[in-house]
């Protein structure tokens, strides 16, 4: 019983000299040693953890940024290729100007003159002088022209394509000469004319002959190729507003005028 007793009162010691701190659970030995020798038992009491929350903001923008960077990407890329083609165009469009600018233009110098005309029962004679020159900066090559006499107004356009596809032989044809020692063909030579910048050439076509009428038309095509081997086409319609049935050989020469609207040049 006395042992008992002790044991209480050494836990009444203990108590009354724990500080408040350590009552309240900051206390963080688990035991005191007192003068006398007891050991006093200390409660500890444990803080329930706050809960911590963590912001997500990165988390969240995250896919946003990706998004805006990949739309960034596709906008560059985009643009790059738009700024590309463009230099493209200009570029060809600039090359294309040039080609235009240097080239040689081959046209007709009106007026088309007829010099001869010799009106017969059912037929009438003439002859004429086509005047082409070369208003371009560079020679042109290949000059071949062909003509027409039409009468009715209806077959200008089709005697202008006829034109057109025998001068186009014409040009592209090339000729040989018969070698007869060595029973072979010898060199050959490109056929057509070579007009230079502001030169100008007359084509004489002699005794054309067509049936005979009041008003006639002479229409044709020039071929010719330019420095850079490139093909061209002249079309023309000349026609005369005079009965040619009544001239006499004093009304000439007669100079004829192009036909509104038949005549072209690429």
């Given at each position: ?198 030169e100008e050439e007359g084509k004489w076509f002699y005794n054309i002959s067509f049936k005979r009428t009041g008003v006639l038309f002479i229409v044709g095509c020039a071929v010719y190729k330019d420095q850079f081997g490139t ?36």
């Amino acid at each position: 019983m006395g042992i008992f007793i002790a044991y209480l009162m050494g836990i009444l010691t203990a108590l009354r000299a724990t500080k408040p701190d350590q009552a309240t659970g900051k206390q963080d030995k688990s035991s005191t040693e007192h003068n006398d020798g007891t050991v006093g038992i200390v409660r500890a009491e444990i803080a329930t953890p706050v809960p911590i929350s963590v912001k997500n903001e990165p988390q969240e923008r995250h896919p946003k940024l990706q998004l805006a960077k990949t739309i960034a990407e596709i906008i560059g890329i985009s643009a790059a290729v738009v700024l590309a083609v463009i230099t493209v165009l200009q570029w060809r469009e600039a090359h294309r100007n040039f080609l235009i600018d240097e080239r040689a233009w081959v046209g007709i110098r009106h007026p088309t003159s007829i010099t001869v005309i010799s009106n017969g029962p059912q037929e009438s004679t003439i002859t004429y002088v086509v005047n082409l020159q070369n208003y371009g900066k560079s020679v042109a090559t290949r000059v071949w022209l062909t003509t027409n006499i039409v009468t009715d107004p209806q077959d200008i356009v089709s005697y202008i394509d006829a034109s057109c596809k025998e001068s186009n032989d014409g040009t592209n044809a090339i000729l040989h000469t018969w070698n007869a020692d060595k029973a072979e063909k010898a060199v050959g030579f490109v056929t057509g004319d070579t007009i230079f910048p502001t030169e100008e050439e007359g084509k004489w076509f002699y005794n054309i002959s067509f049936k005979r009428t009041g008003v006639l038309f002479i229409v044709g095509c020039a071929v010719y190729k330019d420095q850079f081997g490139t093909t061209h086409h002249t079309r023309f319609c000349d026609w005369s507003q005079i009965d040619i049935t009544k001239l006499s050989a004093s009304d000439l020469p007669l100079m004829i005028y192009p036909f509104f609207g038949a005549n072209d040049a690429d």
